[in-house]
Nanobody
Framework: QVQLVESGGGSVQAGGSLTLSCVAS????????IGWFRQAPGKEREGVAS????????YYAGSVKGRFTISRDTTKRTVNLYMNNLEPEDSAMYYC????????????????????WGKGTQVTISS
């Protein structure tokens, strides 16, 4: 089974930047789509961004569009999430997930088909 390992979380001040990385043990049909999801304490998990590995098509939640960029490096089996102009509201545990299809609702990534998950990496933004 595909395994995912996240890295790159940390603490920065508002307006700062962080880059998260997700390395997959392999790319298969079950990891055709890789996405980033986040969950803050007391809140539901939400989709942040996702990318289709085959052609690099990307999807973003409205709250991060223009600030976050997701990209893939297939040679390294890595998906990066570049996060700029961070806000305290971005603070959460960020999870990398993989699935067969990049589902979205209103453009926002959904986890309907995400069956493989990493352990998460914490992002904390101070005001």
């Amino acid at each position: 089974q595909v395994q995912l390992v996240e890295s790159g979380g940390g603490s920065v001040q508002a307006g700062g930047s962080l880059t998260l990385s997700c390395v997959a043990s392999e790319y298969t049909e079950t990891s055709a789509c890789i996405g980033w999801f986040r969950q803050a304490p007391g809140k539901e998990r939400e989709g942040v961004a996702s990318i289709r590995i085959s052609d690099g098509r990307t999807y973003y939640a409205g709250s991060v569009k223009g600030r976050f960029t997701i990209s893939r490096d297939t040679t390294k089996r890595t998906v990066n999430l570049y996060m700029n102009n961070l806000e305290p509201e971005d603070s959460a545990m960020y999870y990398c997930a993989a699935g067969r299809t990049c589902y979205t609702v209103g453009g926002t990534p959904k986890s309907y088909d995400m069956h493989i998950w990493g352990k998460g990496t914490q992002v904390t933004i101070s005001s």
